[in-house]
């Protein structure tokens, strides 16, 4: 089993859409846990740190599932700017991984 | 006024040659880190310096070493290239150990050993 698992996509929707994300990982001391946005042949960049208690930053909810050991990202009203790999990175003391992303395509 | 930068933005060499990228970063992080991004996206940590001290060192061949001459640089040098070395490899940096902070990248060096 890998260490963070996302389902790789693509994910196409159309504008206005509400889209969700899952990522699972394998180490139950996972201790921090991020979603980074990467668009096409560009590097990451933080789109959102996940809290226990969930949260949201306008169009984007992060949650956190400890118990089944998933993290979840929501994007309602999907824009066009969007369309990007979004990746999940887990974390346990000084040691981070990253998912190998999903990608999603907003289409008009 | 670019955060992270690495130098060149591309490189295509031949096998068996020695290499280096440069990654600078003005932010005044302590940490910085190199990253490798093969051909199927997957991105995975190499190394990552704190204040000159390396903390992590994942199982990366022994032709590939970091060098940190202070804190706002770490430089990759790769030795005989090889052609399973062909990727996009990123500097990034983080405030302190990457476990809570977020890190920003580099725009990445792309590869090419032919």
């Known amino acids: ?108 | 006024d670019t955060a992270v930068s690495q130098t060149p933005k591309y490189l295509v060499t031949q096998m068996g040659n020695d290499k280096s990228i440069k990654c600078e970063q003005n932010l005044g992080h302590d940490t910085m880190y190199w990253y490798k991004q093969d051909s199927k996206k997957f991105l995975k940590i190499m190394f990552s310096y704190n204040n000159k001290e390396l903390i992590i060192n994942e199982t990366v061949p022994n032709r590939f070493s970091p060098k940190s001459p202070d804190k706002a640089h770490l430089n990759l040098h790769i030795n005989s290239l090889e052609l399973g070395d062909s990727a996009v490899y990123f500097c990034a940096s983080s405030l302190e150990g990457w476990a809570r902070y977020e890190q920003y990248f580099g725009p990445g060096t792309r590869l090419t050993v032919t």
């Open chain 1, 1 to 108: 089993r890998k260490e963070v698992e996302q389902d790789p996509g693509p994910f196409n929707v159309p504008e206005g859409a509400t889209v969700a994300f899952n990522c699972t990982y394998s180490n139950s001391a996972s201790q921090s846990f991020f979603w980074y946005r990467q668009d096409c042949r560009k590097e990451p960049k933080l789109l959102m740190s996940v809290y226990s208690s969930g949260n949201e930053d306008g169009r984007f909810t992060a949650q956190l599932n400890r118990a089944s050991q998933y993290i979840s990202l929501l994007i309602r009203d999907s824009k066009l700017s969007d369309s990007a790999t979004y990746l999940c990175v887990v974390s346990y003391n000084n040691d981070m991984r990253f998912g190998a992303g999903t990608r999603l395509t907003v289409k008009p």
